[in-house]
Nanobody, 124 residues
Framework: QVQLVESGGGLVQAGESLRLSCAASGSILGIFAMAWYRQAPGKQRELVASITSSGRTEYADSVKGRFAISRDNAKNTVFLQMNSPKPEDTGVYSC??????????????????WGQGTQVTVSA
């Protein structure tokens, strides 16, 4: 099995930095892209940032220059550094990991996994 465990969410004031972490564990053979999504109340889930296995990053226009995504391949962990957050950044942040894992001793499978989500609330 594979598990994604997120941490780092909470309540912060606008401008106060926050760092989210998402650690993948289990029978993992390799990880491709890792990403952070968020869903604000009453809105659809949107991609915030992604990072490939080679370190190439992409960001939503709304967070460019303020957020930074990074990964620690040795620890199967992806981070989201949120600098200068704004009230409109409030939402449930979830990590998504594209990986290959071993369901059985003699098989492997490529699959997307999601974290449980962590609430980020930015007050004005």
């Amino acid at each position: 099995q594979v598990q994604l465990v997120e941490s780092g969410g909470g309540l912060v004031q606008a401008g106060e930095s926050l760092r989210l972490s998402c650690a993948a564990s289990g029978s993992i053979l390799g990880i491709f892209a890792m990403a952070w999504y968020r869903q604000a109340p009453g809105k659809q889930r949107e991609l915030v940032a992604s990072i490939t296995s080679s370190g190439r990053t992409e960001y939503a226009d709304s967070v460019k220059g303020r957020f930074a995504i990074s990964r620690d391949n040795a620890k199967n962990t992806v981070f989201l550094q949120m600098n200068s957050p704004k009230p409109e950044d409030t939402g449930v942040y979830s990590c998504n990991v594209d990986l290959v894992w071993r369901p059985t001793m003699f098989s492997s499978k490529r699959e997307d996994f999601w974290g449980q989500g962590t609430q980020v609330t930015v007050s004005a």
